[in-house]
């Protein structure tokens, strides 16, 4: 059967125990606050939800795929990138504010996964997106050994050697030379 369900209820999984969802979404690269996205196809995200150990607490894992074309941040060009990955996530009321100090959450390594909700109902959609974001490196590289744009000309010098590089080192390595020749006139 189509799952059309648009949220993971937390009122669903008391009523009816865990839950299952596999959504398919469209996603637009401006939905995303990455400028490296040139075009992302459809993200496919299968997800369970239950309830965890502590009151109020839920448990969503799952998985996220998709593929899209990513700008080099070095050569700008795009290059295709595949992205299949887990996500384990736990969701806590979040705590009323304001907090007494001594009540204050202490969140431990393990539980970086935590986030805390005051809606009983999570967006799948912005979970899709959300995994999306965390899925994309820092600074996406169409290879290893990409070699930039050239800061002179902008040339990509992945595909070609302009002239500008050699003279501008020349007339660095002049300039430095000059000065050095300043300095020593001044010390004799
Ligand atoms: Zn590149
Ligand atoms: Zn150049």
């Known amino acids: 059967m189509l799952d059309t369900r648009e949220f993971i209820s937390f009122d669903e999984i008391d009523k009816d125990g865990p839950q299952s969802y596999g959504r398919s979404y469209s996603i637009s690269p401006t939905e995303l606050d990455r400028d490296e996205f040139v075009n992302i196809g459809p993200v496919a995200l299968v997800a369970q939800a239950r309830k965890g150990d502590l009151p109020a607490e839920y448990i969503v894992e799952g998985t996220s795929k998709f593929t899209a074309d990513l700008a080099c941040s070095r050569c700008v060009e795009p290059y295709p990138f595949a992205s299949s990955s887990t996500f384990h996530l736990r969701f806590r009321r979040r705590p009323d504010l304001p907090q007494r100090e001594e009540e204050e959450l202490e969140i431990t390594p393990d539980e970086l996964d935590i986030e805390f909700y005051s809606e009983r109902a999570i967006p799948l959609r912005e979970l899709a997106l959300e995994q999306i974001q ?29 002239s500008c590089d050699q003279s501008m080192m020349d007339e660095r390595w002049g300039a430095l030379a000059e000065i050095r020749q300043a300095i020593k006139k001044r010390e004799s």
């Open 134 to 162: 965390l899925s994309i490196p820092m600074k996406p590289l169409c290879g290893e050994n990409c070699l930039g744009l050239c800061p002179q000309c902008g040339a990509n010098r992945n595909r070609e050697t302009c």
